[in-house]
């Protein structure tokens, strides 16, 4: 229909086309967690989120959270689309299957893990007949085939029980990517609850196959009671290029333990302390609503990898819809992932970057480029030239001063999303709101604003990012917030502030300050439409700012599980 393609991403990752009406999936505007999501049975493409990605042998994987058949969330199997770039994907057949006992009531996420001797395994959760949730193992059954479209089952799954003090069954797993430990075992973690708290569960074995679990967790807190997907990886400050978790960890390398909770991917960054074997945080933050956010927007369920390719760490995310489920049978399709991004540590080992991955410049088209714009207060550029519901836009903004910013509020950090509301992109500032507005209708009515504002605080500058999606679409009941997140930027020696921003049909997937920010929307626009909308630059702030560069492409479609599918 019109509504699907209009809609329809044309280079983020979904399922093929055909698959539409086999399947559905239960979903709460805004949310992605299961337990609301059995409110709003709908008949669409059934997509969640991402399970084991990995580079092995020249092939990209990328697994992802399938239900083949059923009305209801609960058949969960693993879809499979492999490729070469990240980019152009291509579908193949389910790779694990709902058949055995240990997993006979969905195969949940899990990881990859190439062990010694380029030998490769997956564990991953599975719901058994009494719906406890246990850890089972695959392997390839056929090794000459590039694509590993066939999985063997390990005869003594479940390899792992829900067993053990405090432990809830219901409440275990998403094992991790396994390391090896000084005493040359592996390890992998497991997101439980443990007592009422949250944890990542330690588990050593010999072979991946027989596992004992340690007497303490990798690292645990009381501020929540569960955490799905942990991902546990290291980083070295300042470079970013990627550490692959089972060989050695050189000197001066950090770990992160990314964890999804509250509908969001949140992180910390600490050390693994390889006698204690457990992850010690650089700082403890019992409110969580402070910890370090991978994404500020719609992105759930990560999961990374080390890609020996390029040597780089890759992290993928969920993005799901935000119109209402009979849009989305209208639309014959649901829920997409963020474009794959290098991750990697800043200088001072504070924050995490993240960047799309270079192969996706691949699909730009001609470049559009200015420099030396100025953007008086109430300044409006507009970027013509590129298809504005298919571009890929990069601007960098220069501050003429910093003698105007704001005081800031520590207080607008338990609540980014509020503060984005009162400072809309219209609320002038001393330094700020600039930034990009996209898929904007003729006369501004509809439009989608990224921006960002400049604070003080006593000894640093701190930038808000928005990606506000009020005006998004004149259709109502839409889910439509005001993302946002605040970087530090030492803006004494760094005067410029960058924005890149992918637009992708229903995608807005921003970067800001070089990926100290990340934020990923969904919009639904009805005013514009192809070849109508408008996209600008402006500043509304009071200090003018200047934009040394701006560049735009347009976006060719890319390959995406479509082939032999038309
Ligand atoms: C994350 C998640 C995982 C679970 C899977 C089930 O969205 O809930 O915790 O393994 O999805 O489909």
């Given at each position: 229909?019109i509504v699907s393609q209009r809609y329809r991403t044309?280079?983020?990752?979904?399922?093929?086309?055909?698959?539409?009406?086999?399947?559905?999936?239960?979903?709460?505007r805004g949310?992605?967690?299961?337990?609301?999501?059995?409110?709003?049975?709908?008949?669409?493409?059934?997509?969640?989120?991402?399970?084991?990605?990995?580079?092995?042998?020249?092939?990209?994987?990328?697994?992802?959270?399938?239900?083949?058949?059923?009305?209801?969330?609960?058949?969960?199997?693993?879809?499979?689309?492999?490729?070469?770039?990240?980019?152009?994907?291509?579908?193949?057949?389910?790779?694990?299957?709902?058949?055995?006992?240990?997993?006979?009531?969905?195969?949940?996420?899990?990881?990859?893990?190439?062990?010694?001797?380029?030998?490769?395994?997956?564990?991953?959760?599975?719901?058994?007949?009494?719906?406890?949730?246990?850890?089972?193992?695959?392997?390839?059954?056929?090794?000459?085939?590039?694509?590993?479209?066939?999985?063997?089952?390990?005869?003594?799954?479940?390899?792992?029980?829900?067993?053990?003090?405090?432990?809830?069954?219901?409440?275990?797993?998403?094992?991790?990517?396994?390391?090896?430990?000084?005493?040359?075992?592996?390890?992998?973690?497991?997101?439980?609850?443990?007592?009422?708290?949250?944890?990542?569960?330690?588990?050593?074995?010999?072979?991946?196959?027989?596992?004992?679990?340690?007497?303490?967790?990798?690292?645990?807190?009381?501020?929540?009671?569960?955490?799905?997907?942990?991902?546990?990886?290291?980083?070295?400050?300042?470079?970013?290029?990627?550490?692959?978790?089972?060989?050695?960890?050189?000197?001066?390398?950090?770990?992160?333990?990314?964890?999804?909770?509250?509908?969001?991917?949140?992180?910390?960054?600490?050390?693994?302390?390889?006698?204690?074997?457990?992850?010690?945080?650089?700082?403890?933050?019992?409110?969580?609503?402070?910890?370090?956010?991978?994404?500020?927007g719609n992105?759930?369920?990560?999961?990374?990898?080390?890609?020996?390719?390029?040597?780089?760490?890759?992290?993928?995310?969920?993005t799901n819809e935000t119109d209402s489920s009979s849009d989305d049978?209208a639309k014959?399709?649901a829920?997409?992932?963020?474009?794959?991004?290098?991750?990697?540590?800043?200088?001072?080992?504070?924050?995490?970057?993240?960047?799309?991955?270079?192969?996706?410049?691949?699909?730009?088209?001609?470049?559009?480029?200015?420099?030396?714009?100025?953007?008086?207060?109430?300044?409006?550029?507009?970027?013509?030239?590129?298809?504005s519901f298919?571009?890929?836009?990069?601007?960098?903004?220069?501050?003429?001063?910093?003698?105007?910013?704001?005081?800031?509020?520590?207080?607008?950090?338990?609540?980014?999303?509020?503060?984005?509301r009162?400072?809309g992109a219209?609320?002038?500032?001393?330094?700020?709101?600039?930034?990009?507005v996209v898929l904007a209708s003729d006369n501004m009515e509809e439009h989608t604003a990224v921006?960002?504002?400049?604070?003080?605080?006593?000894?640093?500058?701190?930038?808000?990012?928005c990606s506000d999606l009020r005006s998004s679409s004149l259709r109502p009941g839409l889910y439509t917030p005001a993302y946002?997140?605040?970087?530090?930027?030492?803006?004494?020696?760094?005067?410029?502030?960058?924005?890149?921003?992918?637009i992708d049909r229903s995608a807005v997937?921003?970067?800001?300050?070089?990926?100290?920010?990340?934020i990923m929307a969904r919009v639904y626009p009805v005013a514009v439409v192809d070849?109508s909308a408008h996209m600008?630059?402006?500043?509304?702030?009071?200090?003018?700012?200047?934009?040394?560069?701006?560049?735009?492409?347009?976006?060719?479609?890319?390959?995406?599980?479509?082939?032999?599918?038309?």
């Open positions: 229909s044309a280079y983020h990752f979904q399922p093929p086309k055909n698959w539409i009406n086999e399947s559905s999936y239960y979903r709460v949310t992605t967690s299961k337990e609301k999501n059995l409110q709003h049975p709908a008949s669409y493409t059934t997509f969640i989120n991402i399970s084991g990605p990995m580079y092995y042998n020249g092939i990209y994987h990328e697994f992802y959270q399938y239900n083949p058949n059923g009305s209801v969330w609960g058949n969960i199997v693993w879809g499979h689309s492999v490729s070469t770039d990240l980019i152009n994907w291509i579908p193949l057949e389910t790779a694990i299957e709902r058949d055995t006992p240990s997993d006979i009531n969905g195969c949940w996420t899990g990881s990859a893990t190439i062990l010694p001797g380029n030998r490769l395994v997956i564990i991953y959760t599975g719901a058994d007949p009494e719906k406890r949730q246990v850890q089972n193992i695959v392997v390839p059954k056929n090794l000459s085939d590039p694509y590993l479209r066939e999985w063997t089952k390990a005869g003594n799954n479940p390899v792992i029980q829900p067993v053990g003090p405090g432990l809830n069954s219901g409440q275990f797993r998403d094992p991790t990517t396994g390391w090896i430990g000084p005493d040359g075992l592996w390890r992998i973690a497991v997101g439980a609850e443990l007592n009422g708290d949250s944890a990542a569960l330690l588990y050593k074995s010999k072979d991946f196959l027989n596992w004992t679990r340690v007497d303490h967790s990798l690292y645990s807190s009381n501020s929540s009671s569960m955490w799905e997907c942990p991902d546990f990886f290291a980083v070295l400050p300042g470079n970013n290029g990627g550490l692959d978790l089972s060989a050695a960890i050189p000197n001066g390398a950090k770990h992160v333990l990314k964890m999804s909770l509250d509908s969001c991917d949140k992180y910390m960054i600490g050390v693994y302390d390889l006698k204690s074997d457990i992850f010690i945080p650089d700082t403890v933050l019992d409110d969580r609503r402070l910890w370090s956010r991978i994404d500020y992105f759930y369920a990560s999961k990374s990898f080390f890609d020996s390719k390029k040597g780089r760490r890759i992290i993928w995310g969920w049978v014959g399709w829920g997409i992932h963020a474009i794959p991004r290098t991750i990697w540590l800043d200088s001072h080992g504070k924050q995490l970057l993240q960047w799309p991955v270079e192969e996706v410049e691949s699909l730009r088209g001609n470049e559009i480029n200015h420099q030396g714009l100025e953007l008086k207060k109430g300044g409006l550029f507009e970027i013509k030239g590129a298809d298919q571009a890929d836009v990069e601007i960098d903004f220069e501050l003429t001063s910093i003698d105007n910013a704001d005081p800031f509020d520590p207080s607008w950090l338990l609540d980014v999303e509020k503060h984005c009162e400072a219209s609320v002038s500032g001393g330094i700020g709101p600039f930034g990009l921006h960002f504002r400049v604070y003080k605080s006593e000894h640093k500058y701190m930038i808000l990012m946002g997140g605040f970087f530090e930027y030492d803006l004494e020696k760094e005067k410029k502030i960058s924005l890149r921003t992918l997937e921003s970067f800001g300050g070089g990926g100290r920010v990340c070849g600008y630059a402006f500043n509304n702030g009071s200090a003018t700012v200047r934009v040394p560069q701006l560049r735009a492409w347009s976006m060719r479609r890319a390959q995406v599980n479509v082939k032999g599918m038309e």
